[in-house]
């Protein structure tokens, strides 16, 4: 059980039509971290303790708009299927999001949780679409980034997310209404409580020169959406001193690397053998695998290669723009609940 969920390959959950391999082409979902409020770096809350959700939502170029529902419940574990809720969500927040910055929610965890059964998180993500939810749950988003005022107890524990849609922004309920956008992305999170009989979750480490292009570190940039579609090769603002030089159309297709320390993980005993695992995304051009994953031992992995033959509108693109400025994104977590993630970009010339 963990409490941090990368939706792709082989770490999928219920999910509806995510593009298969590491290309980003719509708006999609690589984990939900949840963080105590009072102890950012830890993954596990205890009975009582405030807790922040935040989604990381990817696009292929600027985010665009999104319902959400988020909902929170006490975990019911079903050894042949599925978790589900054991009682009516005690949380539940839904809306439509447009602001530029992350979407985040809080709440408390009930005083009375029982840390030998957890809680189970859920909900559902519609790219440019508000989220209809039929028997009794919220039936219109309200402000962004706003809670719900509808009564969580009138949201049924049971198979709530099947009854989940995406509509258009402003459809109206008629059969004569436009065909919906695409199906709801959902998910379902199991979350470990400190008190279990369990390691308690902690979110792994991100040192800033984790990450190496050939054998150099590969410095973060001052990234921004204009970026994303615009070219990039004359804007030098987007880059710290030397990182042009980090560009494929100067350095070929660099392989990528990982530094990533033992002593900067999560401090666990040894019983506990911190496994990270790390999933590529990039949003232009080709990851040669998925996953990387770090046994504790392990301070770096053998390279992948970034390829940047693409196809045949990406290729239309890239020679009309001149250049293009290519994002990766890096998704990780533990195997006790932790999840972070990074990003870096480079710049392709044809």
Known sequence: MVSALLLGGGLSACSSDLTPGVALTRLRLLGV??????????????????????????????????GYLILACARRPIPTGADACAAPPFFLASGFHEAAEGLEVAFDVPADSDPSRGLL???????????????????????????????????????????????????AESPEAPAPPPSPQLWVLPVRLAGAEVPVGRHPAVPDDWLLLGEAPWPR????????TEPCAERTELFEAGVRAWSVAEAGNPEIAFNYPAELRAALTPEERVVVSVAH??????????????????????????NSTRGPNEEERLAAAGSIFVRFEFALRDPFGGFSWDTRALCLSP
């Open 33 to 66: 971290r949840l963080e105590v409020e009072a102890e950012p770096e830890r993954a596990s809350p205890a009975p009582g303790e405030r807790v922040r959700v935040r989604p990381r939502l990817v696009a292929p170029r600027a985010m665009p708009p999104y």
């Open 221 to 228: 940039t001052d990234f921004d959406e204009a970026a994303a």
């Open 281 to 306: 995304f990039s949003n232009f051009g080709r990851l040669d695998r998925q996953f990387t994953v770090f046994a504790d031992t392990e301070a770096a992995d053998v390279p992948f290669d970034f």
């Open 121 to 171: 998180l859920a909900g559902a993500f519609c790219e440019r679409g508000e989220l209809d939810i039929a028997d009794g749950a919220p039936g219109s988003p309200v402000e962004a980034n706003g809670p719900s005022p509808a009564d969580a107890e009138a949201v049924a524990a049971a198979d709530v997310l099947g009854n989940i849609r995406c509509r258009s922004v402003g459809e």
